[in-house]
């Protein structure tokens, strides 16, 4: 098979033996992993960096991959590229079969698929301009051809005034936006993103990813990005797998995987994101009541449904209602996160409090009373 003919099989769907009519969302899949092990030889013996892992992305989506150190998330996504050979299972991309590829077919994926990386990966000795345009000057375009894609995309990123200056005299997310200037040099399909925020600062990482979002609205880009950064996840993602030891865990909507995470692992990694109790409440707070005038103290928790009408449930619980802490966020249209209320001067026990607060939470506890 010769390039163009890799490149048109690549543009164009190919059925798959692998099509099944239970589930149509696999055959149409842009990305496709069945099956997915990757074992490194390691000093004591062999090491599994993936095992098992079946995933199906689809076009035009943001897929986020996360996990601890070592879960395996940088060996997953350099396998779409083939940066990683996988020792044992297969990847489809427009349900062709990429394990087969020879160099030239591997010349023409690569050319669909861009990437950017946690360090920038720029030549130091390069202007912005030669940076994004090195790639197309390997490939063999043009000169006028090169010329207007370096135009467009250092318009896209926001660089067109700085494509004199070198990486040196960049900030880190400018850096960053040359890179992904120089990742859709070939018009890729796919866009993936190895920590590609990592490395920046809150307010830095909030543009970028502002940048991808567009990115991946105008040009229908399918992203693929691995972070340990939940808050990453939550920002920009539509879909999330989370891994652990090489293997998937968990998976869903994010508003799904954030609103109510069933993993060890996913509730360790959201830890950082959950409002917790301050210190100076929880000396305020009792497992029993210390006398008549004592408050309930009832967490509700939020995990998906719509926004609370904060008005109702204050009036069903009847008394004086205070909120002690907490607060609600919106992730795909889905109501997120927990209020701490204190409710007193009610005739209501503490159980009667907890079912009413049920018709506008999907979880209430009595946490205890206060003083």
């Known amino acids: 098979m010769n390039v163009a003919i890799a490149r048109e099989r690549l543009e164009q769907p190919q059925p798959s033996a692998n099509h099944t009519e239970l589930h149509p969302e696999l055959s149409h899949a842009h990305v ?10 390691g000093r004591q013996g062999p090491v599994e960096a993936l095992k098992g892992i079946d995933l199906a992305i689809q076009r035009g989506e943001i897929f986020g991959i996360i996990g601890r150190s070592g879960a395996g998330k940088s060996s997953l996504i350099r396998t779409i590229n083939r940066l990683e050979q996988p020792s044992s299972g297969r990847i489809l991309i427009d349900q062709v079969d ?14 669909k698929i861009g990437m950017i990386f946690q360090h920038f990966n720029l030549m130091s000795a390069k202007t912005v301009w030669q940076n994004v345009e090195l790639p197309l000057k390997v490939a063999g375009v043009p000169k006028l051809q090169r010329e207007q894609k370096v135009r467009e995309l250092l318009e896209l990123v926001g660089l067109q005034d700085k494509h004199t200056a070198y990486p040196a005299q960049l900030s880190g997310g400018q850096k960053q936006r040359v890179g992904i200037a120089r990742a859709l040099v070939h018009d890729p399909a796919i866009l993936l993103c190895d920590e590609a925020t990592s490395a920046l600062d809150p307010e830095t990482t909030q543009s970028i990813l502002g940048l991808l979002r567009e990115i991946n609205q105008r040009l229908g880009l399918t992203i693929i990005l691995i972070t340990h950064e939940m808050a990453v996840i939550r920002d920009i993602c ?19 995987v954030f609103g109510d995470p069933q993993h060890e692992v996913s509730k360790t990694l959201l830890a950082p994101l959950q409002d917790t109790l301050p210190e100076a409440l929880q000396g305020r707070i009792t497992a029993q009541p210390l006398s008549a005038q004592s408050s309930v103290i009832l967490r509700l928790r939020f995990t998906g449904g719509q926004e609370p009408d904060l008005g ?33 001067s009610t005739s209501l026990g503490a159980d009667e409090l907890r079912k009413r607060a049920k018709q506008w939470a999907q979880h209430v506890e009595v946490v205890g009373y206060g003083i």
């Open 312 to 344: 109702a449930l204050f009036s069903a619980l009847g008394g004086q209602v205070r909120l002690l802490h907490g607060g609600v966020e919106h992730i795909q249209g889905h109501a997120l996160g927990q209020l701490l209320l204190s409710v007193t």
């Open 98 to 111: 990429i394990a087969g590829f020879n160099e030239d077919q591997l010349v023409a994926l690569r050319r």
């Open 238 to 256: 539509h879909r999330v797998v989370v891994l652990e030891q090489g293997r998937v865990v968990e998976q869903g909507q994010v508003w799904q």
């Open 32 to 41: 496709r992993f069945i099956g997915i092990g990757k074992t490194y030889d």
